[in-house]
């Protein structure tokens, strides 16, 4: 009987959790931390960037150019559900791209727009992400 109390428990803690993920965040940022691309890190990089964001969450991109192009990039994070959800939607925008591009025309305003929005409490982590990516290839 005790498990079924703590399953139910469980489950009613799950759908609140649910609930209110749903009324902060965009479907397309529940969808990209729930379901990550590229969360990862490549094992022999041409570049690592790695910022530790005020927030305390770390920010990590693993990137392989070629031709001066973003090949393959991967993020790791030890951050939460929306700095999960700018990492792997950044690492879509900016694969196959230009890096000088990237250094110049990537903007938190685009990430934030890709991922539908982002609360206003939220907008420091497309900032990271940004950030992080920016201070890599300019390295």
Known sequence: MKNNNLDKLLE????????DEEQTYSEVVIHEFRNPSNFSVI??????GEIKG???????FTINIKYE???NVRFWTDGC????????MLTKIIKEKCIKEMITDITEKELTNAL??????HLH?????????KR???N
């Open 12 to 19: 009613d803690f799950q759908r609140k959790v649910e609930y």
């Open 43 to 48: 094992e022999k990089p041409d570049v690592i």
């Open 54 to 60: 005020p927030c305390g969450d770390i920010m990590k």
């Open 69 to 71: 192009r973003i090949r």
């Open 81 to 88: 559900g929306a700095t999960i959800a700018c990492g792997s």
């Open 116 to 121: 539908d929005g982002l609360p206003e409490e």
């Open 125 to 133: 982590f497309s900032r990271l992400n940004i950030n992080t990516l």
């Open 136 to 138: 890599q290839l300019n």
